[in-house]
């Protein structure tokens, strides 16, 4: 029988999991969701809705009475009252493989310092792993052996640092090096793993090894030819082909270090596989990837699209997370898809926004549950003209000129009005170092 679908008011006291939020009691705005309807998947979703709503409205699905007619066969009789079930996703049964891998009793990590207090030690750990990098892509052209147990060193600082606050480095990603891309790009997935595993509630140690898995998932791009790599047209037909043997030559790499680690491997193996079977180099499909892949997947898109490339402009991050939400079960994992798109949220760390009164700025960090209001460091006016740097807080609900609330309007890439992220950071530190607001994150 043919179900009728209408909207039901639902207090959030009386939520559960499994049941499709299609509206609020407020603007989506307002909120720190990003998706304006959803199913509820995670405690995590259903406290932040009781911290932020009264009430909300859930699909349901009501089975109508049947017909006189029908009611007079007994064996087809009915209730006469309308019957309502909140609707609630079916759940495929996993793979032995991937009950293994995925988190069942996720961990909870808070933030235990501001974003300025961690900026310094971010900052440390940052140039540490861009060091490594690099010096990574170097030791395979000079066909030296990959020194692993140096590089779980300097991962480890990197995940201190996203335990304590992820968007210090976050921030930190976003400044780009397009002359370095491949070492810079490999840096920058190892911060975004972190940030991502610690939002999926990883134990501690399966963060360190998921972020050597980020920072060594393209080291086989070490063994392709520079003119390939940086080529700033399209490839041909067989230059496509030698530079998807990438996975193949990170594997024979890493299996060839004295103590080889499977996550680590696996990642940089299947990185590019996807879910729809049309990736490489095994075309494997949905619970065939392993978990560890399919996370990198997504992060390894992520940098790669707001990032400037040879052959491709930078993207925004809200850009970058459209593509990724609208490749979700196709390119990326679905669920690990949804998952990283509240992990980043629309504003992450670093971005330049552009404010409802016209002015230009910086977000230099965020409450978790209010991303959608972050802190901002204005730097362009509304005529885009440069203007005294200074910290608002749109959580606190700080004024505009015209004396009304600040709201963000939409991301810029970096490089955008003459802002590079780069050149603000001694002045974001040196603003926000006395500043209330600088206790707040």
């Excluded at 049947?66 to 009611?71: N, R």
Aim: glycine share 6%; hydrophobic share 35%; aromatic share 6%.
């Amino acid at each position: 029988m043919v179900q009728e679908r209408f909207e039901l008011k639902v207090p959030v006291s009386e939520l559960e999991i499994g049941m499709h939020v299609v509206r609020l009691d407020r603007p989506w705005l307002e909120t720190n969701f990003l998706l304006q309807g959803f199913v509820i998947r995670t405690n995590e979703e259903l406290q932040a809705l009781q911290a932020q709503c009264e009430y909300v409205y859930i699909e349901n699905r009501a089975t109508p009475a049947p017909s006189p007619k029908a009611a007079r066969s007994p064996e087809k009789a009915q209730p006469a009252q309308v019957r309502i079930k909140a609707s609630r996703p079916k759940v495929s049964r996993p793979s032995k493989a991937e009950t293994r891998q995925r988190p069942v009793n996720r961990q909870r990590y808070g933030k235990t310092r501001s974003t300025e207090e961690e900026m310094p030690a971010a900052i440390q750990a940052y140039e540490q792993a861009r060091q490594l990098a690099h010096q990574l892509m170097d030791d395979v052209r000079l066909g030296t052996m990959l020194d692993i147990n140096q590089a779980r060193q300097v991962v480890a600082q990197c995940v201190e640092s996203v335990l304590r606050n992820q968007d210090a480095l976050l921030w930190l990603t976003q400044i780009k090096e397009k002359d370095a891309y491949t070492a810079e790009h490999c840096m920058n997935v190892a911060i975004l793993t972190a940030a991502f595993a610690k939002h999926l509630g990883l134990p501690e140690p399966e963060i360190e090894t998921i972020t050597l898995a980020g920072l060594l998932h393209d080291v086989g791009k070490a063994k392709v030819p520079l003119e390939i790599l940086n080529k700033p047209g399209p490839l041909t037909p067989d230059e496509l082909k030698v530079i998807q043997q990438h996975p193949v030559y990170g594997r024979e790499l890493l299996l060839k270090t004295a103590s080889w680690i499977p996550t680590v491997v696996e990642s940089a193996y299947f990185h590019h596989e996807r879910p729809s079977g049309g990736g490489y180099p095994e075309g494997l499909r949905q619970d065939e990837i392993p978990y560890c892949a399919r996370i990198v997947a997504i992060t390894d898109a992520y940098d790669a699209m707001t990032s400037s490339r040879c052959y491709a402009r930078s993207r925004s991050s809200r850009e970058a997370l459209d593509i990724i939400y609208k490749g979700r079960g196709c390119q990326f994992n679905a669920d690990l898809a949804l998952e990283f798109i509240h992990c980043i949220g629309i504003y992450p760390p670093g971005a330049i926004v552009e404010l409802s009164s016209g002015e230009v700025g910086i977000v230099v960090g965020s409450s978790d549950l209010k991303k959608l209001r972050p802190r901002i460091l204005l730097l362009r006016d509304e005529m885009k003209r440069p203007r005294p740097e200074r910290v608002v807080d749109l959580m606190q609900m700080d004024l505009d000129p015209s004396g009304q609330p600040y709201n963000l309007v939409r991301e810029w890439p970096n490089g955008s009005f003459g802002i590079e992220l780069r050149d603000y950071l001694e002045k974001w530190l040196s603003l926000t170092d006395s500043s209330p607001a600088a206790q707040s994150s």
